[in-house]
């Protein structure tokens, strides 16, 4: 799908880190795509005209939230953006997943639009029919919210009905025997990867061979930050081709920042006389993001701050731009092959890392594309929290994770960003996060207000953002 990927001019005046969002395209889309007017839309629908109350969870049952305005304009704008992708795109479809693609690709659009029009009419969520190991959890999951009546995409939590969206499109995809394997996000994803190619070089040759630092370290861990921004569900603007030079000058926008905190807890580790280091980090974005995560993890092993680093990745094509494994190893693999001598250099040394373990693509896990929060991880996938537990510390990407970190509920901007984990602690806990949705804590008296008040969007406009850290105490 082609989004008219472009570099910013450095120079332009608009911003030192600029940004467009596809706002005035959802405006667009509601106009034109909503089948019923507003006013009679929140009537029939019982939306209650106010902002999510105070710890409970998020919902676009209530109008000012970003959840309505999510299922109300952006996700039909995003489904009849990837329908129209499809079939522009179905030559190469066809060239790549054989010729009765062309059939499959008929059924899984007349799937999509049946998907798009459930959301605008409000209706209730299906049940799904497929053999998948997890399709009984998400049946059950649906029966349960049907017997509260919680079933419809503008009644339910906004975390499961985003998450049934997503598994709901796969599963479209997933019943088409020629499209089984097929990322419907991949063109994307790829396109903008190659879109940022010279600034990504760029990066690589000014962060070779950078000494242990609390200054270095504090750079990479903001370059990895501010590649949240990078998020194909959100924008399709390309970060400032000056990213590096302008990141002390982001710092205003940052609203919590504990990357002090995070470099003594690793530190520290690092000196003590202690078992092997282990960082996870659980992966938002594919693309200029993924990139800085690269680099991210190549400093921590290099610097010694870890002994090994282990990828996190999604199962499944998610939320647009989510790093699966096959995002992964695509992206090492563009370094590796890549014409421009330091994107190659970069890629042979990623090779490496992977080759002696001290970089790993933990084998994918179901639960980072279940529709629940993090706190379940203990009782669902006691594996996997049991694994987190062994390492030093975690460091979760992005909104959506953060999301599940705080069960995507509305806490007090101010409650603790420890007191809202409440029981997941396998370890210690960073969270690197861009604001993009209406949810947030561990903020500083007042912030939020302040900010409100000078912009009541600033919340969903991807310009501020938070370095969180909740340290669990080791014997």
């Known amino acids: 799908m082609d989004h008219g990927l472009t570099l910013i001019n450095a120079d332009s005046p608009i911003s030192e880190y600029s940004y467009s969002t596809r706002e005035s395209s959802w405006h667009t889309a509601e106009s034109e795509e909503t089948e019923q007017d507003d006013e009679e839309f929140i009537e029939k629908h019982h939306i209650l005209e106010i902002r999510p109350p105070l710890n409970e969870p998020l919902s676009a049952r209530y109008l000012y939230s970003f959840a309505y305005k999510t299922f109300r304009m952006r996700t039909p704008h995003m489904l009849s953006e990837l329908i129209h992708g499809l079939r522009e795109n179905e030559?190469?479809?066809?060239?790549?997943?054989?010729?009765?693609?062309?059939?499959?690709?008929?059924?899984?659009?007349?799937s999509l639009d049946i998907l798009r029009h459930d959301i605008l009419n409000n209706r209730e969520f299906k049940i799904f029919h497929d053999k998948e190991p997890d399709a009984k959890d998400w049946n059950l999951e649906i029966k349960w919210l049907m017997n509260r009546e919680k079933s419809r995409w503008f009644s339910s939590n906004w975390l499961f009905a985003e998450c049934y969206l997503y598994r709901r499109i796969w599963a479209a995809f997933h019943r088409a025997e020629t499209l089984r394997s097929y990322d419907y996000f991949s063109l994307q994803k790829m396109s903008f990867a190659r879109n940022v190619v010279y600034l990504m070089n760029t990066i690589v040759g000014a962060t070779r061979d950078l000494p242990r630092s609390r200054e270095n370290f504090r750079l990479l861990l903001k370059l990895s930050l501010w590649g949240n921004r990078c998020d194909l569900?959100?924008?399709t603007e390309a970060p400032n081709n000056r990213m590096l030079q302008l990141i002390g000058e982001l710092d205003k926008h940052l609203v919590t920042d504990q990357s002090e905190d995070v470099w003594h807890l690793l530190a520290d580790y690092s000196n003590r006389s202690r078992p092997p280091q282990v960082v996870d980090i659980v992966l938002d974005n594919a693309g200029y993001e993924l990139f800085t995560d690269l680099l991210l993890a190549e400093y921590l092993i290099e610097a010694g701050l870890a002994k090994r680093v282990r990828f996190h990745v999604k199962a499944i094509p998610w939320f647009v731009s989510d790093v699966t494994a096959d995002d992964f190893r695509w992206?090492?693999?563009?370094?590796?092959?890549?014409?421009?001598?330091?994107?190659?250099?970069?890629?042979?040394?990623?090779?490496?890392?992977?080759?002696?373990?001290?970089?790993?693509?933990?084998?994918?896990?179901?639960?980072?594309?279940?529709?629940?929060?993090?706190?379940?991880?203990?009782?669902?996938?006691?594996?996997?929290?049991?694994?987190?537990?062994?390492?030093?510390?975690?460091?979760?990407?992005g909104d959506l994770n953060y999301r599940k970190l705080l069960d995507d509920t509305n806490y007090s901007p101010t409650a603790s960003f420890r007191d809202c984990l409440g029981a997941f602690m396998p370890t210690s806990i960073c969270a690197l996060r861009v604001i993009k949705s209406d949810i947030y804590c561990g903020?500083?008296?007042?912030?939020?207000?302040?900010?409100?008040?000078?912009?009541?969007?600033?919340?969903?406009?991807?310009?501020?953002?938070?370095?969180?850290?909740?340290?669990?105490?080791?014997?």
């Open 91 to 110: 030559d190469r479809i066809v060239e790549q997943c054989g010729k009765y693609a062309h059939f499959d690709l008929r059924r899984v659009i007349w």
């Open 233 to 235: 569900s959100i924008t």
């Open 331 to 397: 992206m090492v693999n563009f370094f590796l092959n890549h014409e421009m001598p330091k994107l190659a250099a970069f890629g042979y040394k990623l090779e490496c890392l992977l080759q002696d373990h001290s970089l790993e693509l933990y084998p994918t896990s179901d639960f980072w594309t279940r529709p629940k929060g993090f706190s379940f991880m203990k009782q669902l996938y006691p594996c996997l929290y049991v694994q987190l537990s062994f390492g030093a510390l975690v460091i979760f990407k």
């Open 443 to 475: 903020m500083p008296v007042c912030a939020v207000d302040w900010l409100t008040e000078d912009d009541p969007q600033w919340m969903i406009k991807a310009e501020k953002a938070v370095i969180q850290l909740a340290v669990k105490p080791r014997p």
